[in-house]
């Protein structure tokens, strides 16, 4: 069913663009399925392609990471201590609804080169939505855990890396998918203002020259390389939080079935456990 809406949209393009259909959107100057498919083969069999592709691969890793690190450190920062809130937060909350797209004069003026500036505004960008996601997590804990681990002598580093880090791992890799998806928007962006490579660079230099069929080839290598590295972080997402009692949904079906694991952490009522032998319960 997959594969037939797939081909139902692009069978739909090529109908539209052959035909060059303008009714009140305008199909006539669109390139056809046919014709971006023979240039991106044309792209592939090229060195230019893959140095982009390797370019704004580079740049968005390298920003990313850097921002999964600052982000993850100033949200349990922010979210643990009353005096880093105080002298943080009115700063972070100034600049979050900044677009990280509006920083590129920012980047300009104060790194000496663009690639350094690219990387700034791909950092940017994910920062926020993980320092965010990360402070929710944080404070959402259960205090309960962490006086447990108290009542048992461990002290505050233990319980960063036994409660704080692991409890909020799900918040912590929600945010982490999110701000890989404005990474890629806002690295676009900046390679297109300010890029000499990259895969945005190549698709306004392609919007430039009127060569349509190749600007629809960089935006559909942006949405798959989006896709890819999405998905790698929350498969990432899933196998480090492998503890958490999941639902898995059977198509066709009307009711959600536990995933494999799930039932073994699902609470136990009142009165089943007034039931249940004691031996079972242990």
């Known amino acids: 069913?997959?594969?037939?809406?797939?081909?139902?949209?692009?069978?739909?393009?090529?109908?539209?663009?052959?035909?060059?259909?303008?009714?009140?959107l305008r199909f006539s100057q669109f390139p056809t399925v046919t014709d971006v498919a023979r240039t991106f083969a044309d792209r592939l069999s090229g060195p230019d392609y893959w140095t982009d592709l390797t370019d704004s691969l580079t740049r968005i890793l390298t920003g990313f990471l850097l921002a999964a690190v600052l982000g993850v450190a100033t949200g349990v920062l922010v979210a643990r201590s009353r005096l880093a809130e105080d002298l943080l937060g009115p700063v972070l909350e100034v600049i979050r609804p900044i677009p990280a797209?509006?920083?590129?004069?920012?980047?300009?003026?104060?790194?000496?080169?663009?690639?350094?500036?690219?990387?700034?505004?791909?950092?940017?960008?994910?920062?926020f939505p993980v320092l965010v996601s990360t402070r929710h997590a944080v404070r959402a804990l259960t205090p309960v855990w962490e006086e447990a681990v108290l009542t048992m002598g461990g002290g505050r580093w233990r319980i960063l890396g036994s409660v704080v880090l692991p409890g909020a791992l799900p918040g912590i890799f929600g945010g982490l998918s999110v701000g890989m998806g404005v990474s890629w928007i806002c690295v676009i962006s900046a390679e297109m203002i300010s890029g000499q490579y990259g895969v945005g660079y190549r698709t306004w230099q392609d919007y430039t020259v009127v060569n349509y069929a190749g600007v629809f080839v960089g935006m559909i290598t942006i949405g798959v390389l989006?896709?890819?590295?999405?998905?790698?972080?929350?498969?990432?997402?899933?196998?480090?939080?492998?503890?958490?009692?999941r639902t898995s949904y059977i198509p066709g079906a009307r009711t959600f079935r536990p995933a494999r694991g799930a039932a073994a952490a699902a609470p136990v009522s009142p009165t089943a456990k007034e039931e249940a032998p004691h031996d079972q319960l242990v």
């Open 1 to 24: 069913m997959r594969l037939a809406s797939l081909a139902a949209a692009l069978g739909t393009w090529q109908l539209l663009a052959g035909l060059k259909v303008d009714l009140w």
């Open 226 to 245: 989006g896709w890819v590295t999405s998905t790698a972080v929350e498969l990432l997402g899933r196998r480090l939080t492998r503890w958490l009692p």
């Open 101 to 127: 797209i509006a920083l590129v004069p920012v980047a300009i003026l104060l790194f000496p080169s663009n690639e350094q500036g690219i990387v700034f505004i791909t950092c940017t960008a994910a920062f």
